[in-house]
């Protein structure tokens, strides 16, 4: 069974910047597409970041210029750094992963069978 487990979450000021961190455990790492998702209090959980299996990345439009994904397939380990960090950036992280490595739709979740159980991130002004 694969397991995602996401780390990094925190309180931060705005203006300041968070690694967050995913950690994947009984599977090959390297064969699956990853995302970062996030879901704020009262809304819709929405797509954040999406990198291949090939590390090509995209982003959604309120993140782009100030979040970066990546990945490290040695460590088994997918990451997001976070700068700039605005309070509307406040919400619960999760972490997903696509074996099947799915060329569109990046910001489906239904892409994603394997998720996290999410970290925490708050930004106060």
């Known amino acids: 069974q694969v397991r995602l487990i996401e780390s990094g979450g925190g309180l931060v000021q705005a203006g300041d910047s968070l690694r967050l961190s995913c950690a994947l455990y009984?599977?090959?790492?390297?064969?699956?597409?990853m995302a970062w998702f996030r879901q704020a209090p009262g809304k819709e959980r929405e797509f954040v970041a999406h990198i291949s299996w090939t590390s090509t990345a995209t982003y959604a439009d309120s993140v782009k210029g100030r979040f970066t994904i990546s990945r490290d397939n040695l460590k088994n380990t997918m990451y997001l750094q976070m700068n700039s960090l605005k309070p509307e950036d406040t919400a619960i992280y999760y972490c997903?992963?696509?074996?099947?490595?799915?060329?569109?739709?990046?910001?489906?979740?239904?892409?994603?069978?394997?998720w996290g159980r999410g970290t925490q991130v708050t930004a106060f002004s």
């Open positions: 997903a992963a696509d074996p099947l490595r799915r060329d569109s739709r990046h910001d489906s979740q239904n892409n994603y069978p394997h």
């Open positions: 009984n599977g090959d790492f390297a064969r699956f597409a």
